[in-house]
């Protein structure tokens, strides 16, 4: 039995891909619970027949912290807990001592870079996500990182990439209907060529770096959309407003909001970009647009270097570098209707065999039945999971 703890279950990635995780347990023959204060995604695990268990473990009071450790060493005892699986830093401190205290296997999933705060002040409390008898990477970008920073020993680290659900992100599975009624909604001209930044709006994101690459590729038949939440970051919202209008691109640029049929806003999108100017820890637009067959730009860093093809799935730039990324869309744009579809086929190819929900799962239940010492029982069950979930 696995039980998986963290904070919420809101919305995010750490957030999908615990409760596909908790779907290929359930499929494999294996018992899942999963730990957290809550969420409308819950309902997704009561689809799965996941037990769900609320705790307040969003918290990072260190009394209610403190508290935590009991109430899940009551969960281990009560359901006869195999394995812990931490996924965030607060629940990570409490399931680490609960685990401990219960003679129970405990791992972590490492999922980025974590702020290190004033002075490298944050380390010691990050550095609970090494803790794990094995800690899981979602990148080898962030393999690397947790050796360097955290000197963890690299014979427990497992890179385990990111999967994307690639019955929703198939471009054969998307209707015609379903873009044309976002095409309307944001009233996109026909005939225009479309790039499209997906991700929440925050600085390092690089929104900014895109509205002056635009700029610099001087064009007024192209529409951009930058699609995602400021998530209550108004002001930045205004300065990008106020970007777009001193550089004379309000006609171009459409800051859209959020999305609820992201597979059809990468259909109707010509270029796919990331421009974060911070390391991606792994990138999950990048993947996501490849999957739909859609040339990728995206910033020379981080996971980037890993989940891209460069120059044959996508572009690779200079991060923070507006003249480089406006050469890179000039390029993109102009790929021809034959070259076009045969780097679509290389980059759907390269996503399946590289970052499915499949892959992901099948990967990480190898590193539950290593540590188990079932590694020749389990690869069997592990290996039938893939092969039939893939089939579906």
């Not at 699986?85 to 972590?108: E, I, M, Q, V």
């Not at 800051?255 to 609820?260: F, S």
């Not at 999957?291 to 120059?311: F, I, Q």
Request: proline content about 4%; glycine content about 8%.
């Amino acid at each position: 039995m696995v039980l998986q703890v963290l904070p919420s279950l809101v919305t995010g990635g750490v957030e999908r891909g615990t409760i596909d995780l908790a779907g290929a347990l359930v499929e494999a023959g294996w018992t899942a619970l999963v730990a957290s204060n809550g969420g409308h995604m819950v309902r997704e695990l009561d689809r799965l027949g996941v037990k769900h268990i609320q705790l307040p473990l969003h918290s990072k009071n260190p009394l209610v912290m403190r508290a935590n450790v009991g109430r899940l060493e009551d969960v281990i005892q009560s359901y006869g807990v195999d394995i812990v699986h931490a996924r965030s830093r607060a629940p990570a401190w409490s399931a680490y001592y609960a685990a401990k205290n219960s003679g129970t296997h405990f791992l972590t999933t490492f999922h980025g870079t974590y702020n290190l705060g004033l002075l490298g002040l944050k380390n010691a409390y990050n550095a609970i996500m090494t803790k794990g008898e094995r800690v899981i990477a979602i990148s080898h970008f962030i393999a690397d990182h947790i050796q360097a920073v955290y000197k963890t020993n690299p014979s427990k680290i497992r890179v385990v990439h990111r999967g994307v659900d690639l019955s929703r992100f198939d471009p054969t599975h998307i209707s015609q209907e379903r873009i044309i009624q976002l095409a309307q909604r944001w009233r996109l001209p026909d005939g225009y060529p479309v790039i499209m930044l997906p991700g929440r709006l925050t600085r390092w994101k690089g929104q900014g770096v895109l509205i002056e690459a635009l700029a610099m590729l001087g064009r007024r038949d192209v529409r951009c959309l930058l699609v995602g939440s400021d998530q209550g970051r108004e002001s930045y919202t205004d300065e990008l407003k106020a970007l777009v209008e001193r550089r004379g691109l309000t006609d171009v640029v459409h800051i859209v909001g959020d999305c609820n049929d992201m597979p059809a806003a990468y259909m109707l999108t010509d270029v796919v970009v990331s421009a974060s100017t911070d390391p991606e820890a792994f990138g999950r637009v990048i993947v996501e647009g490849q999957a739909m067959g859609r040339p990728v730009v995206a910033t020379n860093n981080g996971a980037a270097r890993e989940n891209v093809l460069d120059g044959r799935t996508g572009t690779l730039v200079p991060p923070n570098d507006p003249a480089a990324l406006a050469t890179a869309l000039d390029a993109a744009l102009a790929i021809g209707p034959a070259e076009r579809e045969k780097r679509a086929a290389l980059a759907i190819k390269f996503v399946r065999d590289n970052f499915s929900r499949e892959l992901m799962c099948a990967r990480t239940l190898g590193v539950y039945a290593e540590l188990l010492g079932q590694s020749a029982d389990a690869s069997e069950s592990v290996a039938a999971w893939a092969g039939n979930s893939a089939s579906l």
